[in-house]
């Protein structure tokens, strides 16, 4: 017979170590595509030579394109991206933020598209060389090149990004960091579990319980003969077990509590849509699961566990939320008192 607890194990640690690895090799592959990008936004703006800049024919054609750029004059161009907040049911723009104006720089002879944060022209700009826009090109450069000709002849054929170009790297840095230390933790962990199941919280549970071993050879003899399946929640003769990807919950039925119908209301904008059903429940251990299932499924199962448990506590109100809240332990004690009350009913039952 299959050990059930070190099959579970297995299941658990290669999802967990799966996922994560999923994970670092994502985190890898946009390091990879971003590299050029992440090794300028870490080393910073690098001054450039107005003649260099003056030579260059593309925005990529430096690999370090974060620059520092001074010019000997500059002039807002009048063209802006702006930022529109409407108000849907109506259409009416509720209100408008600039979020970048862009400024003509002269650098040597030439002249540079400069998207900067809103405020008066500069001299010095720091950004990165980024290659101009579609939006720019049908609508500022065009409109340059008609009323301007001569000038926009002098137009680099790329701007300079001063307004948000470290956005990109926060981001990736905010979300990437994190994710990879969490990757590495769980990698960690799978290594830890594999070497010492006793660091695995399923083992830890089932030793509330009594011997792991056995109890593992129990819930495998009973998971081989018919059992019910309610959501997730599996019922077997003498335990409740829920399986996910990367946790497994389990409980002996004789440890309920509590357990009640929860009864979610849905709606949108105060318009009901529905009910979602679940039904709570609480262990003598602070265990704690909750199941949604269809409202019919929760009355059946509730039944079930009312058969199974009849000492224990059915049905839910602020009291017994209370109750639970403040003192779990009393609540506990009496459960056992109703449990032994039960005993000794069918006992004198079975006498008489």
Known sequence: MSNWIDDELSRLNKNLLRTNVIILVLILLVAVAQSRYLL?????????????????????????????????????????????????????VISTEIK?????LKVADKLLLVKAK?????????????????????????????????????????????????????????????LLLLALWNCWKVM??????????LVRQLGLYGNVDQI??????????????????????????????????????????????????????????????SVIILGRHKQRIEINLKEEFTTQLLTILATRVPWAIFGFSSELEKAWRKDP?????SVDLRCQQFAAKASTATNS
């Open 216 to 277: 593992s050879m129990q819930i495998q003899t009973e998971r081989n003969q018919p059992r019910t399946k309610w959501g997730d929640l599996e019922v077997t003769q003498s335990w409740l077990i829920r399986q996910k990807s990367f946790s497994t919950w389990v409980s002996p039925i004789r440890d309920v509590a509590w357990a009640y119908k929860k009864i979610t209301r849905h709606s949108v904008n105060f318009i009901p849509t529905g009910k979602t059903y």
């Open 40 to 92: 300028n936004f870490v080393r910073g703006c690098e001054q450039i030579d107005a003649s260099e800049l003056a030579r260059l024919v593309a925005a990529n054609e430096r690999a370090r394109n974060f620059v520092t750029v001074t010019g000997s004059k500059s002039i807002k161009s009048g063209y802006r991206d702006v930022e529109r907040k409407v108000r849907k049911s109506t259409g009416e």
């Open 192 to 201: 830890q579990r594999s070497r010492d199941r006793r660091a695995h919280p």
């Open 329 to 333: 332990a009393g609540f506990v004690k």
């Open 118 to 178: 809103p405020g008066a022209e500069l001299l010095e700009y720091s950004g990165a060389l980024v290659p101009t826009s579609d939006s720019l090109q049908s609508g500022f450069v065009q409109q340059l090149r008609a009323r301007e000709p001569e000038l926009a002849k002098d137009l680099l054929p790329f701007t300079l990004d001063a307004a948000d170009y470290l956005d990109l790297g926060y981001g990736l840095f905010a979300i990437g960091i994190p």
């Open 100 to 104: 970048a104006e862009y400024v003509l």
